[in-house]
């Protein structure tokens, strides 16, 4: 189990930028995927992004390819959402989540571990 706490988000004008961090509980002998997830107002919450451990491997959801880059620092036990030409539908609470084991592409790994979530709010 990892404990995760986010920051970063925010209220910003549409066109406008945020990274998102999260920083989490190291699993000292394990190599883990992390990921983005996000819920918006009266819809479920869904897929963003996701990071291999050694960063090689990522992907995104269609909705927020080329405008959302997710990254990772390992030795600062963070992981990171750069968020550029945001839209007012990219308003939503943002979640990271720490995988069960590491990511292949192509290839989902459950999430085990959640944290609190950060609202992003964007503005017309």
């Known amino acids: 189990q990892v404990h995760l706490v986010e920051s970063g988000g925010g209220l910003v004008q549409a066109g406008g930028s945020l990274r998102l961090s999260c920083v989490h509980s190291?699993?000292?002998?394990?190599?883990?995927?992390m990921g983005w997830f996000r819920q918006a107002p009266g819809k479920e919450r869904e897929f963003v992004a996701v990071?291999?451990?050694?960063?090689?491997?990522?992907n995104y959801a269609d909705a927020v390819k080329g405008r959302f880059t997710i990254s990772r620092d390992n030795a600062k036990n963070t992981v990171y959402l750069q968020m550029n030409s945001l839209k007012p539908e990219d308003t939503a609470i943002y979640y990271c989540?720490?995988?069960?084991?590491?990511?292949?592409?192509?290839?989902?790994?459950?999430?085990?571990?959640w944290g609190q979530g950060t609202q992003v709010t964007v503005s017309s």
């Open positions: 989540a720490a995988g069960v084991s590491d990511y292949d592409s192509s290839v989902p790994v459950p999430f085990s571990s």
């Open positions: 990071i291999s451990w050694s960063g090689g491997s990522t």
């Open positions: 190291r699993r000292t002998f394990s190599r883990y995927a």
